[in-house]
């Protein structure tokens, strides 16, 4: 059902860059979203992506990151982990508006004869359409956080700075609050920060009819108070308006830079309270994360994108989060799952150095045989394994192997009837290269009662609803008399464990720990024999939070 209720009380508050793209607009758009949650506010928070494409599904995970998945099953910007990591809430299809699903819209409607004949633009009818989505987003929130993807001058998202300048004349300039972010490079051969990119930048803003209420300065290091005075002076606002926000450890410290450095004061002027944030819960998780323990581990990534970490960075943060809870060190070692499958000596001597072995999401044939071999390697080995969505497909055909079934394999990379232990969903064939065909978002799942995997989830239901961890009290899910489980996790594939092959996969070690409600699809397995291995068709990162740490990422680094 389309929203389509209006927020007359929501404050709003849009975030842009300048510069160069990859500034640190998320975090510091998320940071400031942390500091009013902790004031007691409902916030919200919108990435609006200049981006022709309709979603972020088939985006290049090298160039963009991670591709996130909301509870409602929306391909999105890694962004959106960061808002729900900072903010603990939920995000929706609401969330992202990207160029391209604008443009869609329009075009249909248009085909449709809904403008009537009239000339369709990008002024007023994507702006008002930018807009409209801004409000919907927007509903059930005191405030709303709306980051404007690329950077300010790109042709590209001229648009969505006509939305956002327009919008205040919509609700109201006062409740309009405006923030640039810009960088300020340091240039080693004059031993000096230039801020003329950061003046141009902001000058292309001001250019654009938006004066920005506070600019956010970006360096490598902490910077004089001169440098911050002279884009104050540059940009024609206060000079407690423009802060420093160097590169840090953890972008969890981001908040607390925040705080120092004056912005709260703006904050509490726009929206009129000036009490305290209650930050304790994050002051705790960012001494964990920053205190050295008595015990490290290390923890091998199988993966075939190595060279980006932002490809994987749920599943990183959800480690780091759960190793600062469990008071250990994390070191992940990336394991090249391609080189692995090729017989590589040297990712095969990584592999068997690791304390545990994830083995996280992905598409297509390349380093599945890898995959195959960390799956194999723990389950022969004893050593700690965790797998997340495809991570599950194959360690259910490294079983099926040691089952029996010698050439065992998905029918993704090509095996054939016999052979298929990982096959296409039911009226999926034929579809597979078309995007938005796959299980996407939230679907429920039923744990068996004597399995591991349940136990696990019932002692972090108890937690939850002891008040020991905050969020929310069904947030793992419910459990009956008799101990089974019922739960909800994000999906993001198109592929399944084909059931008839369960007696070689049980033979080769593994057994279905959890289901569909219907039991018609395997949601989770695990090996009885084993100190730890679990595995879920999920994406279980995509819930786990730095103050709620998901209970299989906070099990397996336990189990190091």
Not at 195 to 221: H, M, S
Not at 479 to 491: C, D, F, I, P, W
Request: charged share 25%; hydrophobic share 35%; with cysteine.
């Amino acid at each position: 059902m389309v929203n389509n209720k209006k927020n007359k009380n929501c404050k709003y508050i849009f975030v842009t860059g300048g510069v160069l793209s990859g500034v640190g607009k998320g975090i510091t758009a998320a940071s400031m979203g942390a500091i009013l949650k902790a004031k007691g506010y409902r916030v919200t928070m919108q990435k609006c992506d200049p981006y022709l494409n309709v979603d972020a599904g088939l985006l290049n995970p090298v160039e963009h990151g991670e591709c996130y998945v909301t509870h409602d099953g929306v391909e999105t910007d890694l962004d959106l982990g960061h808002y729900e990591r900072f903010l603990d809430f939920e995000t929706s299809k609401y969330s992202i508006t990207l160029s391209g699903s604008i443009n869609k819209e329009l075009i249909e409607k248009e085909r449709a004869g809904g403008f009537h004949g009239k000339t369709v633009q990008l002024v007023p009818h994507f702006t008002n359409l930018v807009q409209e989505k801004i409000e919907k987003a927007s509903v059930d929130s005191d405030i709303h956080i709306v980051e404007i993807g690329g950077t300010v001058g790109d042709y590209e998202g001229l648009s969505f700075l006509e939305a956002i300048r327009l919008f205040a004349n919509r609700v109201g300039r006062r409740n309009c609050l405006y923030i640039d972010v810009v960088y300020v490079p340091w240039i080693n051969t004059s031993k000096e920060l230039k801020t003329k990119p950061a003046q141009n930048a902001l000058k292309d803003l001001r250019g654009f009819g938006i004066i920005p209420d506070i600019v956010c300065v970006r360096t490598e290091k902490p910077a004089g108070r001169e440098i911050c005075e002279k884009i104050a002076r540059f940009a024609g606002i206060a000079d407690d308006a423009v802060v420093n926000l160097p590169d840090i450890d953890s972008v969890y410290d981001v908040p607390f830079n925040v705080l120092k450095s004056g912005v709260l004061n703006i904050l509490n002027d726009f929206v009129n309270d000036d009490s305290e944030p209650d930050m304790s819960r994050w002051e705790d998780f960012s001494r964990r994360r920053a205190k050295k323990y008595k015990k490290t581990v290390k923890i091998g990534l199988v993966a075939k994108y190595v060279g980006n970490e932002d490809t994987y960075i749920c599943v990183t943060e959800a480690l780091k989060a759960a190793g600062a809870w469990n008071e250990v060190n994390v070191l992940i070692d990336w394991i090249n799952a391609e080189k692995l499958g090729d017989g590589d000596k040297s990712e095969l001597e990584l592999l068997k150095k690791v304390d545990g072995i994830v083995v996280p999401g992905g598409f297509g044939a390349r380093g599945a045989e890898g995959k195959i071999t960390a799956a194999t390697y723990a389950l022969e080995n004893d050593k700690p394994y965790l797998g997340l969505c495809l991570g599950l497909q194959m360690a259910c055909v490294a079983a099926a192997r040691r089952g029996g079934i010698s050439k065992a394999n998905s029918e993704e990379f090509g095996a054939k009837d016999g052979e298929n232990v990982v096959y296409i969903m039911e009226g999926q064939k034929g579809k597979e290269s078309t995007g938005g065909t796959m299980r996407l978002g939230d679907y429920p799942a039923v744990l068996k009662a004597d399995s591991k995997t349940a136990e696990i989830y019932r002692n972090a239901i108890d937690k939850m609803k002891s008040g020991k961890v905050s969020g929310t009290k069904d947030w793992w899910g419910t459990y009956n008399k008799s101990g089974a489980v019922s739960t909800v996790e994000r999906h993001r594939h198109r592929y399944e464990v084909n059931q008839k092959f369960l007696k070689e996969i049980e033979k080769g070690g593994i057994v279905v720990s959890g289901t569909s409600p219907d039991g018609k699809l395997v949601e989770f397995v695990e090996a009885p024999d084993c100190k730890f291995f679990c595995a879920t068709q999920a994406h279980p990162e995509f819930k786990s939070r730095p103050l709620t740490v998901h209970p299989l990422f906070n099990e397996f680094v336990k189990n190091l």
